[in-house]
Structures are given as structure tokens and as C-alpha cells.
């Protein structure tokens, strides 16, 4: 096995395929230390990418895995780490990384995440902070929707904070665009916990939004 993963580097592109179909195959108690041990390497970052992605296939990923090419200098390996992870704390991180592609990726991942879906959707959101294009705007509403069964009841229980940026929670009602949203934030307007600043940011977005300045 550590003779195969180590082809994982090959310049031949046929030698890589081939050696990772091997891999596959394998045992995971025979692979996953041999792919380990080229995240602790170093390899190349096309090795460490089919390393991890073979970890991944063998459902032996961790998140110090992940951490090797989200750590990378190349936005191509951290976009890559972005689509494997399914921790909040990395794709937290990865959804303010510099680079668009690896932010993209972090959304979409977030979709992923089944232990703290309602935690997820505010993660995705926080990539807003450093702009969007039309591929990042289409995730976050494909992001928010599937999520939507998670994070409705955090909203209308005022779980959902957004960090208390404006600009996310604008997005985010955006994204949904429907009464349900309108009605949670009518009624944590009316709510007497709900603090003051809050409160001026729920209306503002929904008069922008939806006009109701009755609200």
C-alpha cells in the first residue's frame, strides 16, 4: 500500500488512476495509514488531494485530514478540503478564506452538515462578508432551502444570530423569501426579549424586502 499511495504523485496520469483504484480496493486497515502518511508528507498537493479523497471513500476522514490542504497555499487544495469537511469550526474558516472558489465550496459543504444544521445555514452566510458572484449567490440559496426544516424553528426561537450582521440576515431572508421568514421576524419584533438594535435591523430588512412597513 505505501508503494501505491506513494504513485499518488506520478506525473503519469494513468500511474495515478491506477494506483488509486488499487487503493480503493483495498482494505482500509491495509490503505488508510499509507494515505496518512502521505498527508504527512511531502507530497505533492495533487497527492495529497487523492489521499484525502481515497481517506473520504474509505469513510476514515478526519478532521486533522481535512486540516493538511486547508492549510495549503494553493486555493485548489483548500477548495478541495472545503468539499470533504464536514466540521463547522474548518468550514468556518474556509467560508472567509480570500479565494471564491474555496468559499463557494464551503457553502455548499455546509449543506452538508448533519450534526448542527441550523448552525451550518449561519456559517454559509458568513461568506457573505466577503462579497458574492452569481455562483456563490445561487449556493446560499440552494444552501438555505435545504436547510430551511433546521434552522425555522432556531429562527422563530431567535437562535439564529448571524454574528448580528445585517448584511448576512438581509442575505439570508433573501435567500428564503418567503412568509415564513416574514412572520418569524414579525414576531421577534414583537418579542419583548429582543434587543433594540435587533429590532431596527429586523424591520429595516423587512421593509426593504418585502415593503411592509406596517410591520
Not at 3 to 15: F, K, Q
Request: proline residues 4%; glycine residues 6%; contains cysteine.
Amino acid at each position: 500500500s505505501a508503494e501505491l499511495a506513494a504513485n499518488l504523485g506520478s506525473a503519469d496520469r494513468w500511474v495515478r488512476h491506477f494506483s488509486a483504484r488499487l487503493l480503493a480496493e483495498r482494505p482500509a486497515e491495509a490503505a488508510v495509514p499509507a494515505l496518512r502518511g502521505v498527508l504527512r508528507s511531502g507530497a505533492s498537493d495533487v497527492a495529497k488531494k487523492e489521499a484525502l479523497g481515497l481517506l473520504e471513500a474509505h469513510g476514515a476522514t478526519r478532521v486533522e485530514d481535512v486540516a493538511v490542504l486547508a492549510a495549503s497555499s494553493e486555493a485548489g487544495a483548500r477548495a478541495f478540503a472545503a468539499t470533504v469537511s464536514r466540521n463547522l469550526p474548518q468550514l468556518a474558516k474556509l467560508a472567509a478564506d480570500p479565494h471564491p472558489r474555496v468559499r463557494l465550496q464551503a457553502m455548499v459543504a455546509c449543506s452538508y452538515v448533519e450534526s448542527e444544521p441550523a448552525a451550518a445555514v449561519e456559517v454559509a452566510l458568513s461568506a457573505v462578508d466577503h462579497g458574492t458572484d452569481k455562483f456563490a449567490d445561487y449556493a446560499l440559496d440552494q444552501v438555505v432551502h435545504a436547510l430551511k426544516p433546521a434552522w425555522l424553528p432556531a429562527l422563530r426561537a431567535g437562535r439564529l444570530t448571524f454574528d448580528g450582521k445585517a448584511a448576512r440576515l438581509a442575505r439570508f431572508v433573501r435567500a428564503d423569501g418567503t412568509a415564513d421568514t416574514v412572520d418569524a421576524l414579525r414576531s421577534l419584533l414583537q418579542a419583548p426579549a429582543t434587543e433594540a438594535a435587533s429590532r431596527e435591523a429586523f424591520l429595516d430588512i423587512l421593509c426593504q424586502h418585502f415593503g411592509l412597513h406596517g410591520a
